[in-house]
């Protein structure tokens, strides 16, 4: 495994990180959340990632019972947790959004599910318009002066919020966003860099980054069509559906199946190639994998070798095939 | 129900809440306190008032026990408590007044007998001209990074006081206070109206008020004198029958009656519209209303609908009753 | 009783207050201990002074037990203890001073002989020219703002070293001192009245005066010599007795014999006029009274009505005996 | 026993002072170790000091159980940790470093080890390059307001890294490094002497400094070669045994050979002699010595009877040896 640097701090997160999102607390058991859980771990990984909002809670508590369970060490492993999801609302309104009272709340909460005595990780899962960004900054702040986080930053915020709770942090002496959860891979890329392009250098700022596949379109898996028994088939991931094929104007699919006829030519999986291409942009700490089978999640992980492997005409190949 | 912020702050709480002032405690039992909590909830309220001087605290208490049998949970509602109500003395001074001795012990006490780790709101229930403004604001400042209170505010301050804590907090990176609960209501409009002005753009003060209709006088009740079984009547309410009734040369009565009458020709409730005329003011966070049936709440929590149905004209009618 | 703000502070001490200096835990026992208290209290005094040396702790140990039989509300008392009293030191250094350390343990310590949560007042009972003051005053915060003390003060600084305390108090954002406990009485008195006085207004500074008899002087008991039956007489108490009769060039009997004849003619009692006399000072906060019986305390007690009673004329030929 | 101030801090550590390392928790037995610690403290040693790279941890173990059984009082002794020992890696890269997580992580594991509440003095054990000075500055100013750690530190940093903490911590009113840690004898001076010169008046820097013997080759011992039951001659400290006699060209072994003919002229030992010398350094706070031996410790520890026995003309023939 490699480890990288949470932007400028001393956090030295794996490259290769695993997400519970989409799979934890629904589409897969408990038994099977532990052997994922436990290869990750033995294949160098550290940082394990969660939200209050993937299956409503249930995402935590089955990674927190199954990290007790193989007894991992507290100081060894990272564990992250998220709130506020802004596209689902609770009909309360104390229950959702980044006021001083849910940011704590939720906390608290994501730290009885996990099992922990503090998170590593706390993100302000999406911006709240109707919270001024220094009540939430200040929230975060308590947070980890009383030990319950170690760093907080936020996900899919826009550079302008995240510069403003930067600077909000520094007039106040108080600790800043030190990372962003953004989604990143070969069809979505301009904000990571170019949009957060002066955080990293201004601010520290590092990014631990979701969706290197685009949900799987970018393994090729969809090259043909969507079939009955896969994830984004079933009803209720209809809206995902939708996000990963995208607007048909875009060609996403013909991009891909450029990309796929790359990935064969040079004798590699696309989904490595995808993965290992994200890992090249030094401002990505860490790229988060989900995965419902062990075997899956092991094929990924060597993403890594791919790096060293492929050589840069191909990376700009790659590259032509999304232009 | 419709929700609203705190001020400029991030904590949206229900446009019309529920206080425990005069009834919890005393005029009624602990099934009927149940009862009306219940009704509050259900009806979308999420912020339930009270103050240590309440029952003597047993406002709080009866409070405190209902929300816990009801399992409320602890993130979807707000309870507030409040120190130093200057008007009721103790004998001891460290049993009053806002230094820092006794906004500490206060809140401890509050935590206790409302069976809860924070209070989401604390007020200063007074001023307190004996303890320099900075210690208050310091204490309470302490409280929130201890974890102990959410928001601190204010009861019945002066615009000018208000301001000083402000500037207090602002100097020395402090929490500043985020609200006011003053008495608001169709006969007692300048102070919400004009005194406070500039600190809801300064400051983003918000406000909950108390006495939407005056002690029951905006209902009409009292236009034919007072009851011997009204609340006014009886003798240890002689101080508010005389702050209900107000200076004769007012002819507070005669506004009421030229309201009634208004309201009769509406065909609205003379309460729901005094109710609905507070909730037009955008600087009104949440109206609070008390009740000792549950009848009365549910008919008080029906102002909402009363805004949107009476029009301009209407409206400017009631105020010319006032004139 | 009488109360008066400590300083600035919204803290309201009773103006006579009981300490356990020389005799709690050591001349008297539990019972009359907690006779004195609960005298004390009944007569509305609502501040008990103590410090980590009074009997080596013992003073805290009786105090904390008969509050506790006593039942008294938390919040309508103060207790203090003290941390160092330079002229005893311990052989191992770590267990004296105003380093970090010590000011911190002795604070734990405290809080465990006297059986409480917090320390209402907690004093550096002699100044350390071995440990910088910004050491002590950050020592100090960091106490009050994790609750375990809620004012903090010095005993027989110098106004210099006060101010000093003060200026680094202001320049880092910190609680300042907000009391001293110096000796004041009719034989001793320009440290009160003229050393401190520019912190009076300046940084607020209460006082909480010990010694208003100068150890029994001023009672006129040693007019005639010291009984073998008298406390000066035991030999423990050899210092003190040189302290208490002082310099025989000041000659201390003599002004004190002037003084007494002067009440003798006001048909006053001479402890109680003495007392009076700290008391008509109003930057005395409270005066401190010790007492073994509960007759003497009682008696000393009512000072407060010799200050009303004897007229400015009478006051100053008593400022004359000690010319 | 001499005591010294920590820099400019209040805290008063014994001149001479015990380490776990090398012996605790390997070489030398639990009851060995009891009799060590007991030496230690009946000599008036009130600083005891330790890390959790010593023995990986076990070092601590050992000695917080045998301060344990002696019951020797809290508020009596210091006792420290280090975190980060550059030169031993863990492979996962969150359980070395200087990040928030793992200083506060091994502040933790080691208060438990140790069976304390809180660390007397904590100390970066070596320097980060991948974490940025601030980032620690910041972990361990939250851990002392915690109450975690009373004094923070550095071990082997260089001034420059020192000096870039103390500015870091005066900019944001944090805790300032207190003092270092670094090997001092007459050997290897540089550093101490010269380097760290202008932060003992600027920064009021003090230093408790490791191998006053130069691991024992100061005693003379190795002057005819390094017997096979030496501690040099086991195979686990061929590193050490590396650094001990150094570079031929350095001739350490003929200076050696030097300075203790001129202790046999004096009649003094060498080891004693040694010692002696590093507590003429006014800005050495504490001389930390290792023994395996309570005979050893004691001699040792009457190093301090040398200083003063020990006339100036010798000490210059003593530093005449190592030109």
Redesign the interface.
């Known amino acids: 495994m490699q ?1 990288r ?1 949470l932007g ?5 997160l794996s490259a290769l990180s695993f997400g519970a999102w989409v799979t934890f607390g629904g589409q897969i058991g408990r038994s099977e959340a532990r052997n994922l859980i436990a290869a990750a771990w033995d294949n ?1 990984v ?1 940082f394990f990632d969660n939200a209050e909002v993937y299956a409503q809670g249930r995402a935590e508590e089955v990674m927190g019972d199954v990290i007790g369970d193989l007894r991992l ?6 564990v992250s947790s998220k709130v506020f999801f802004g596209a689902v609302p609770s009909p ?4 959702r ?6 940011v ?3 906390c608290h ?1 994501a730290l009885k599910r996990l099992h922990v005595e503090y998170l ?1 990780l706390y993100y302000c899962h999406r911006p ?1 318009p ?3 960004i220094g ?2 900054v ?1 929230a975060m702040d ?1 947070l ?4 319950k986080v ?2 907080w930053g936020t996900s899919e915020w826009s550079a302008a919020q995240i510069a403003e709770a930067v600077a909000f942090a520094r007039a ?2 108080l ?1 800043a966003p030190m990372m962003e959860q953004p989604q990143y891979n070969l069809l979505h890329r301009t904000r990571v860099e170019e949009e957060y392009a002066p955080l990293y250098s201004d601010a ?1 700022l590092g990014t631990t980054i979701w969706s290197p596949l685009a949900s799987g379109l970018l393994t090729g898996k969809y090259n043909d069509g969507i079939g009955a028994d896969s994830r984004l088939a079933t009803s209720s991931m209809d809206w995902l559906q939708a996000a990963v094929l995208g607007d048909p104007a875009e060609d996403r699919l013909g991009k891909v199946r450029r990309f796929t006829a790359v990935a064969a030519e040079l004798g590699e999986s696309p989904a490595q190639l995808a993965i290992a291409w994200c890992l090249r942009n030094p401002n990505v700490s860490s790229v988060i994998l989900g995965a419902s089978r062990v075997s899956q999640l092991e094929e990924n992980l060597r993403a890594l070798d791919v790096v060293a492997r492929v050589e840069d005409a191909a990376w700009k190949k790659i590259e032509a095939a999304f232009a």
Do not use: M, V
Request: hydrophobic fraction near 20%.
């Open positions: 480890y640097r400028s701090s001393g956090l030295q160098g550290n060490p507290r100081d060894g492993y990272c309360n309104p104390l229950q959004g980044l006021s001083r009272k849910h704590i709340d939720a909460a590593d709240d109707d919270t001024p009540e939430t200040l308590t980890i002066r009383q030990g170690l760093y106040h002496h600790y520290g």
